[in-house]
Structures are given as structure tokens and as C-alpha cells.
């Protein structure tokens, strides 16, 4: 059995810490039970089921530590692997930058990670929500490769100095891209939730088959700079480079975007346009994420930009020692508000400009001031006068996403999404943006 609940987890991991004799030592307990189903070219190619759970031990002699990982859970495994990690603890050289283990911390009201719905998918409904899709790609004349998966798992950890944090979770998470038959158009969709309730496979695999058969006999446009409306499927992969910048150290040591030339950071200073307030909260109801951090730090709700001012910065906890300051773990989810326009509202008010659905393969390009490239993908559309009159060839691009929120022009209303690069969820709404960079064409569908 891959998932333990609090008590049983708890004991498992006070057993391997009866068993050491480290200055200090942590413990990490974490399994998951998953099922998937994969298809490609209209048909399922796997399904499978993944049942696992580990440990991690972190022993500690002063500054110097050892971590060793163990799947067996009888008194024999679990001893020898905490020798291990304490031999290899005496092996290792001193960590100048060794935090000490922190005692017990209040986490306050735990957030709704996890939904029974999910956890008691069975094979059926699996395959019920991947027929759905399949169907939408046949009745379209379309291709379809996909892939969807329901996870339910726990993390926890426990250490010597009296920590002891635990996490019930679940999701579900499914993509799609859909190709007209002669590979010229293309659409994709994906999603990622708590709640089986939330996941409509018909709905996102339809969106996906109405881009890949309006993207058919694409044009080609100038490079050049144009308004543009991304999509959150779009904007989010250029975000999270932003929220994820949001860092202390790099900026006070004059690495970052965020410090300045004559030294000093630009915390308290405004970067963005006003309308940009971004701020994470592990409670959100559209977004529960854990209440604690992978060392058993407390995650509170905090706003990282406000009215396009940096207000917060995530802060190590050796970082916050040497400056004397709190510190602040980087967020589990983020959420950036919005306006009150739907996607369509915002398209009717563009004169000119070009809708895009996706961007990928983003690259960094010059860390000091955020500057990214990437390829627009599966389904790009050019607007005139308040419509999409017909779609275009693939750019490149060359833009930062502090310059974009410094050219935003309209923000929609925000929606729950899932990076394509990362993996991760965010809630932001889509955003109309002048004076996009698009450097050349790219012949990629």
C-alpha cells in the first residue's frame, strides 16, 4: 500500500528515527498510486498503474550531511539505511550554508489538496474520459495523441528536533493535441485539477479540434512587433520565469533583474503595470496547495506584486539569517488577478493583432533582464477589426515578461492552467499585449 495516512506515516518515520545517532536528522516519507492511459494516432498505445513510496534520510554531524533513500520498511532496512546516510555524513566536507533542523511549526487549517472522487477513479472512467476525447478527433477527421493520469499520494516529513508536517493529495491531469490529416494544423489542450468532477475531457479536446482545423492553410506574416492575446496556456510559461525571479539573494547579490546597478534591489519599487497583482495563497479554492515547504516552513498567503509593485521575496533560511531578516519558501501555486473580459470580448476589441494559443520551448536568454525566446505553436490566428480572419505561420520570439507587463494592454478573466515547460498549475487571466517581439518565422506546426 503506496499511500499511509497521517498516523501510519508518522510511526514509520519515528521508527527510523529511533534508529539514529546524528546530531540531527530528518526524515522524508512520500508515495503515490497513479493510473494513465496514453494514445497516439487515434488509438490507446498504454495504460498502466504506478504504485510507489519512499524515504529519505538526511543525517547531520555539525555542518557536514549525509541523505540516503530507502523503499523497505522493515527495522533491519531501516537501520542500515540511517548508517548509511551518517557514514556518508562524516564523508562529506562542511556546508558553509547548513541550516539547523527546525522544531515543531503551526501550519494552521489544512488546504483541500485532496478529493475522494479522484482518488476512487477506476479503470473505467479513465477510459470513458479518453473515449470522450478520441471521439471528438474522429468526428473531426482529426489525429489525436493524448495522455491522462489520476495521482493520489501523500508527503510528509518528521524530524529530530520535534517537525512533523503531513499531506494528502490528489490529481488529475490530462493533454492533448489534436492534427489535421495532413499535419498543417494544430491544436492542444491540457488541464489539471483536484476533483475528477472538474476534468471534461470533451469540452478541452473540442477547443483543441477547433484550433487544429482553423490553423489549417496557415500565412506567413512579417516578423516584427505586434499586439498579441495570450492565451494562459501562452502567457503562464512566461510568467512563471517572472514569479519565479522573485528571489532575495540573487538580487541582493546583483544577479537578478530585480537588483540595481549601484547596488540595492528594487523591493518596494514598481516594475509592471499597476494592474499586475500576483500573490499565492495555499488555501485558494481554484488552487490548494500544500501549507508547508520541503524543510516544514509554513506557507501563508502572501503578495508577491501588488498594483505592479514588488512587494515579497522568497528568502532562504540561510539567506534570511545572514541579513536578518524572515525568511519566505517560494510559493506551491500562484495567482495573478485579472479583469472582467472573457477571451472572445477581448479579441472583439483588438483592431489588429494575433491570437496566441500556445508558446513552447522557452530558452534564457539574458537572466538580467528576463529577456526568453520561444516558438508560438498549435494554433496562431491573426485578428482584424475584432475577428479571426484567418491563421498564420509560427514565430519566434524574443520577449521578457517584465517588458510585457510594461506593454499590457487588457488583462480577461483569470483561469486555472498548466505550464507546458513546468508542469506546474497557475491561475492567470489571458492578456492582450502591445508591441510583442516576433524575431523570424518558424516552419513548425
Not at 534520510?57 to 522493515?74: H, P, Q, Y
Not at 472538474?198 to 473540442?206: C, P, S
Not at 488555501?283 to 506584486?305: A, C, E, M, S, V
Amino acid at each position: 500500500m503506496a499511500i499511509l495516512s497521517e498516523n501510519e506515516a508518522r510511526s514509520l518515520m519515528q521508527r527510523a528515527l529511533n534508529f539514529s545517532k546524528a546530531d540531527e536528522c530528518a526524515i522524508g516519507l512520500n508515495g503515490s498510486e497513479s493510473g494513465n492511459i496514453r494514445y497516439a494516432r487515434n488509438s490507446v498505445s498504454t495504460s498502466g498503474n504506478i504504485d510507489q513510496i519512499s524515504m529519505s534520510i538526511s543525517s547531520a554531524f555539525g555542518k557536514r550531511l549525509g541523505i540516503t533513500t530507502v523503499n523497505e520498511f522493515d527495522d533491519a532496512s531501516l537501520e542500515k539505511a540511517v548508517r548509511d546516510a551518517e557514514e556518508l555524513a562524516h564523508l562529506a566536507p562542511e556546508n558553509p550554508e547548513y541550516m539547523p533542523m527546525m522544531g515543531p511549526q503551526e501550519f494552521g487549517p489544512p488546504s483541500k489538496t485532496f478529493e475522494q472522487s479522484t482518488a476512487d477513479i477506476t479503470p473505467k472512467q479513465r477510459t470513458d474520459l479518453v473515449a470522450a476525447s478520441l471521439q471528438v478527433a474522429k468526428e473531426n477527421k482529426l489525429t489525436a495523441a493524448g495522455f491522462l493520469q489520476n495521482t493520489t499520494g501523500f508527503s510528509s516529513v518528521l524530524n529530530s528536533r520535534g517537525l512533523f508536517a503531513y499531506t494528502k493529495f490528489s490529481d488529475i491531469n490530462f493533454s492533448a493535441t489534436l492534427k489535421t490529416e495532413d499535419g498543417k494544423g494544430s491544436g492542444y489542450a491540457t488541464r489539471d485539477y483536484e476533483a475528477l468532477a472538474d476534468m471534461d475531457t470533451l469540452k478541452f479536446t473540442k477547443i483543441a479540434a477547433q484550433k487544429a482545423t482553423g490553423s489549417n492553410g496557415a500565412k506567413a506574416l512579417e516578423p516584427g512587433k505586434y499586439t498579441v492575446i495570450l492565451e494562459p496556456a501562452a502567457g503562464v510559461v512566461l510568467l512563471e520565469n517572472l514569479y519565479g525571479s522573485l528571489d532575495q539573494r540573487s538580487a541582493d547579490e546583483g544577479r537578478s533583474f530585480l537588483s540595481k546597478k549601484d547596488g540595492g534591489t528594487k523591493l518596494g519599487e514598481k516594475i509592471v503595470d499597476e494592474r499586475v497583482t500576483i500573490y499565492s495563497d495555499p488555501r485558494h479554492p481554484l488552487l490548494p496547495t500544500f501549507t508547508w515547504n520541503g524543510d516544514g516552513q509554513p506557507q501563508i498567503k502572501r503578495t508577491w506584486i501588488e498594483k505592479g509593485v514588488v512587494k515579497t521575496l522568497s528568502c532562504s533560511r540561510y539567506w534570511a539569517a545572514k541579513k536578518g531578516t524572515e525568511p519566505v519558501p517560494f510559493p506551491g501555486g500562484v495567482i495573478m488577478e485579472g479583469g472582467t473580459q472573457t477571451l472572445a470580448e477581448l479579441i472583439k476589441g483588438t483592431e489588429k493583432g494575433i491570437l496566441v494559443t500556445r508558446l513552447w520551448y522557452i530558452r534564457e536568454v539574458d537572466p538580467q533582464t528576463l529577456l526568453y525566446t520561444g516558438l508560438t505553436r498549435d494554433g496562431t490566428f491573426y485578428i482584424e477589426n475584432g475577428e479571426i480572419k484567418f491563421p498564420i505561420k509560427n514565430f519566434r520570439f524574443n520577449e521578457s515578461p517584465v517588458i510585457m507587463l510594461n506593454n499590457l494592454d487588457a488583462l480577461g478573466i483569470p483561469e486555472r492552467t498548466v505550464s507546458a515547460e513546468s508542469n506546474s498549475s497557475a491561475i492567470i487571466p489571458p492578456m492582450r499585449i502591445r508591441d510583442f517581439t516576433f524575431s523570424s518565422l518558424s516552419d513548425a506546426v
